[in-house]
């Protein structure tokens, strides 16, 4: 879908938006402004500037962040940005527009607010009003690398995890930084800010190397923790096979879930390199459970390393109730990873229900 849009329209919407009062205010003496895409300097032969108190911004930033093609028309004086989905056709203003697109040395300026109506990104001045300061939004893409790494891995800030793009609430691609080398991984994931990713950098198969281990969240709720592992070996950048924690309990663990009178009894059978059994009678449970189900497992699963051991917890939960954890101890195997010991910890307070002797 084309779309014309009088830039001078464009920032009187915006106006109203809540737009940062800084950018849109008269400037006696201003000092030169350069510009920012996500924390790093861009275009710094091409400044920001006042005319009539709206600050213009070179219209090719947008090239910094977002996926979009510019097409500037000479003789129609037009500037066609599409990004896949529309295209906007920026018309450069005469005398009767409020706030006309601008043509300078040969390069077009569009409003500063106008990034957000085109983008989805935020701008804001600093305090200085020396740096414009453009955040690509959560609606926009961005195809730069984060100054800021997503994660450093614990005790060594040689290793670092930034996102390759990011698409709207969604990061495509990750890229992986061990001691100044890089390498891009197509793993996705969304945009979870309250929970990064992790990164732990540990020799955990025990070949005198280290691995760079990569935890992603990919979901969170009431009763809900989803986390995605990978394990590289930066020498060579391969990702190494590591069953997940589904994967490990599935082929490891059996439960079931039978009534006797008003109690539950919760059996669960855990194979590894030490097998054993555990089993729970639960009083006062068994009016809101079906028998013959087995317990849920998995809902809650975290992945972590300690003293170079890749570790995961994973939930044990019957309907309504969250019973206890799983605990999985990885070793080196095969090629990669694999299971070595299952342990079952009841939670506090049905740990007095742990039947004796079973």
Not at 260 to 288: C, F, I, M, Q, Y
Request: a negative charge.
């Amino acid at each position: 879908m084309n779309k014309f849009i009088a830039i001078g329209a464009l920032a009187l919407s915006l106006a109203g938006c809540g737009a940062p009062a800084s950018i849109d205010k008269t400037q006696s003496t201003t000092p030169t402004i350069n510009l920012e895409v996500d924390g790093q300097s861009v275009l710094t032969s091409l400044h920001p500037f006042y005319s009539s108190n709206i600050l213009y911004v070179p219209a090719r930033v947008l090239l910094e962040y977002y996926r979009c093609e510019l097409k500037w028309n000479n003789s129609l004086k037009t500037l066609t940005l599409t990004d896949g989905n529309n295209t906007n056709i920026l018309l450069t203003g005469n005398e009767d527009m409020e706030t006309p697109a601008i043509l300078r040395n040969g390069h077009l300026y569009i409003p500063a607010d106008s990034l957000n109506s085109l983008s989805g990104a935020e701008v804001q001045l600093n305090t200085a009003n020396t740096v414009l300061m453009v955040t690509s939004g959560s609606v926009s893409t961005t195809v730069r690398v984060p100054r800021e790494p997503l994660a450093l891995a614990e005790g060594n800030n040689k290793v670092k995890l930034y996102a390759a793009l990011k698409e709207g609430e969604t990061y495509k691609g990750y890229i992986l930084e061990v001691n100044g080398e890089r390498h891009t991984f197509p793993w996705q994931g969304p945009r979870l800010p309250t929970n990064p990713p992790q990164l732990y950098y540990a020799d955990i198969d025990k070949d005198g190397q280290s691995e760079a281990i990569v935890v992603l969240t990919n979901g969170t709720g009431t009763g809900i923790v989803a986390q995605e592992l990978h394990v590289i070996k930066p020498q060579q950048w391969q990702e190494i096979t590591v069953p997940s924690a589904e994967q490990a309990v599935a082929a490891n663990v059996t439960t079931s879930v039978t009534k006797n009178k008003d109690d539950l009894l919760l059996k669960l059978e855990l194979k590894g390199s030490t097998p054993s059994s555990v089993s729970l009678r639960l009083p006062g449970l068994a009016e809101d459970v079906d028998g013959g189900q087995q317990a849920e497992i998995g809902a809650v699963t975290y992945y972590n390393v300690e003293s170079g051991t890749l570790k995961a917890e994973t939930s044990v939960d019957i309907s309504f109730w969250s019973i206890g954890n799983l605990t999985l101890v990885y070793k080196p195997g095969g090629k990669g990873m694999e299971l070595e010991t299952l342990e079952f910890a009841p939670n506090e307070e049905y740990a007095a229900y742990v039947q004796p002797g079973k």
